[in-house]
């Protein structure tokens, strides 16, 4: 049997609604000979008459009758799944799911998710939090769709879009003796050095420009929350290693200054990745659109 177009069912179900073929075609905007021969092809397809037709227009044949069950079910399924995907496009319903440290999430991440979500208050959101290597799993194995990770990341199989700037910087409680005064790197080691654990990206990514500067850094304190790092400091405990736009609060309210370290740590950046060749859902593209602006 040859293959029956969807348009065909769809003239069909208007005729059998309108009560006959002109009144199917002002409904359809066609022309009544093409109304009239849609429905002849169904025919001839199904090798079944379908209209009983009258000068006073058409009724169905018991075997039309059937047909327009079913027909009418699926057309109406279909409707419904076209107005989801409307929905889906115009961000009234879906999902926003996305993966992020802690730190990025409470410092970068949730101003913009909670602004995204006030303007589209139908998508429900999805946060998962971890460490950059947790992160890349989380996004390869479908359970997000973004990740915020710590930068540089080389993978041939993400597609990484730069969000924020960053800077590791040395913090401590305010002291005459550490203000203003240029200390190099390597005096660090002599203080009492608070640090994120090892097992961070952040960390290792510290660590590793450390190295490049031929700097040997071991912290007595290691940490595993970004925020205990400035809680630490600002309670006195030791110099601690953070993300300078991470501790803004506390250094612009003077609960912490940030040492002059020389040579600095260089700059590197948070951004969001995602999977090169999955499609993002509608809310994913558009976050990051929002991210960009």
Known sequence: MQEITLDLYRVFATVAREGSFSAAARALYLTQPAVSQAISQLEHQLDTPLFIRSVRGVTLTPEGAILLEHAQTALETLERGRGKL???????????RVGAGDAATRHYLLPRLSHFSKRFPGL???VQNGTTGELLEYLRG???D?????LPLESDDLVVQICLPIHD????KPNPDLTDQLLPLDELSQMRLIMLE????SRRLVDEALRRLDVNLSPEIELGSHDLLIDFAELGLGVSCVVREFAEESLQD????????????PERAIGMAYLKDVPLPAAALRFLDELRA
Request: hydrophobic content about 45%; overall charge positive.
């Open 198 to 201: 090892r097992r961070s990206n």
């Open 254 to 265: 003077g609960r912490l200054i940030e040492l002059q370290t020389t040579p600095s740590l």
């Open 86 to 96: 409307e929905k889906l496009r115009h961000l009234e319903t879906g999902s926003l």
């Open 146 to 150: 973004l990740a915020l990770i710590n």
């Open 124 to 126: 429900s959101l999805s």
């Open 169 to 172: 910087v040395f913090v401590a």
């Open 142 to 144: 479908g359970a997000i």
